[in-house]
């Protein structure tokens, strides 16, 4: 009998690049009186960490090419915005609907490759971390220092997903836990072997964070409690499908 | 600061075709000392509701026609669990690597389209409720009757995604809540207009309930407390992305 509790995490200040991101943390989860346990698990949002890791981008400053402005042009958006999703993309997986869908240099496929103009203050947009996985661990660390405590990260950020509508918070980077639970080799209670049954734990517990977080409210992260999880070190980086088992590449 | 609290509803016994099943329920956390609160959200798997509602499946009495045959020896499964699959199907979205993806005849798309042998003794097969949003109001009804309190319930199940292994938990069905947050017209704190974000909520929230109910533990429900949610009756068939404007199909 597992009970989570999610607590959200309020009062940081507005972040800039450079900062002791985790020291905000642990400074505000201190003020709110909210102590870190052994095997809370901490999750953030990307915007705040790609803030705090100078991943601002001013868009007067960007020159757009050729094909981001022929892309922009067709699909009603902004050629500068296309540029830098082009950038961070490796390829366009689908456009229209005013939505440009790529693959990122991750191997995550979201909209806009993860580069989005909302919470950074007008004229500027945020790409996401460039190794959220590497992004985790650095949080990690900084706050098991600061805390004595044993914990886990998890970067997330808002994807779509296709045939349904709205949007759910993913896990992009973690460190501390291991994304998949895996239940190849166990039985259930009727001796029946649950060969694929391996729940993204990872992209669940991003997914309740949200629920407290919000869109709205200065509220970027959420401490996770009472989740049984594997500590481990293989990143979100090791969700992403291999190209030779993806039916829909 | 929403603190939100994932309940598991444990010691249920096993459920047959015709059990009052918002009755176990109720019974089951009154015998855990768990009171239901106004605004709290039972989450449940859609297994136990399959089973209160009679879609289990003989496999011995299954006879597969000649597609699900073809279908299944290309892809080294049981012809009579592709028969029901091809039966619970609009169409083949994909097929590969002993997977076969459906569109459901609810619109979802999903491995074998949802039809499953886990959990339900040997020779069985469960499939997916008829409706699924019908299923939530039923069981929401009813426990509101037992309960005297106002709440939502979600009919979830574990579906993988594209591009990315594992699977989460997502709401098939629910009732007392509108499956989407819409920011429509909101401004962030720089006054940046959040047009496209429409957090899922109903299927954060299916994830959250996942990471303390597990697989294999008897532990088909939990309690989701805290969560801030609009009521409504749109149901998750109103999630399901509406054909044209559907990048993926």
């Known amino acids: ?12 200040p507005e972040v800039n690049e450079g900062d002791d991101l985790a020291r905000l943390i642990f400074d505000s989860l201190g003020r709110s009186r909210i102590t870190i346990n052994d095997d809370d698990i901490l999750v953030i949002k990307q915007k705040i960490v790609s803030k705090s890791e100078g991943r601002l981008v001013k868009l007067a ?3 757009p090419g050729r094909r981001a402005s022929a892309l922009a042009k067709k699909h009603g958006k902004d050629p500068k915005l296309v540029e830098l999703v082009l950038r961070e993309a490796v390829r366009v997986v689908r456009a229209g609907h005013g939505v440009i869908i790529t693959e990122t240099r991750h191997g995550f496929v979201c909209a ?4 989005d103009q909302s919470n950074v203050g007008r004229g500027f947009a945020a790409l996401l971390p460039l190794d959220p996985d590497k992004s985790s661990r650095r949080l990690r660390h900084r706050l098991e220092e600061l805390s004595s405590k044993k914990l886990a990260v998890i970067v997330t950020d808002s994807f779509g997903r296709p045939w349904r509508r ?10 501390g ?14 001796g029946y072997e649950l060969r694929v049954t391996e729940p993204a734990i990872v992209d669940e517990i991003a997914g309740a964070a949200e629920l407290s977080i919000g869109k709205l409210a200065k509220i970027p992260a959420a401490l996770v ?15 992403i499908m291999p190209r030779d088992r993806d039916l829909f590449r």
């Open 112 to 115: 806009n490759s993860g580069v």
């Open 177 to 190: 836990i291991n994304p998949l639970v895996s239940y190849a080799g166990k039985k259930d209670a009727f």
């Open 61 to 63: 400053d960007v020159t």
């Open 1 to 12: 009998m597992k009970q989570i509790e999610v607590i959200p995490v309020s009062g940081l």
């Open 225 to 239: 409690r009472g989740v049984g999880f594997v500590p481990g070190e293989l990143g979100v980086k090791s969700l």
């Open 166 to 175: 709205g949007q759910t918070d993913v896990a992009i980077g973690c460190s």
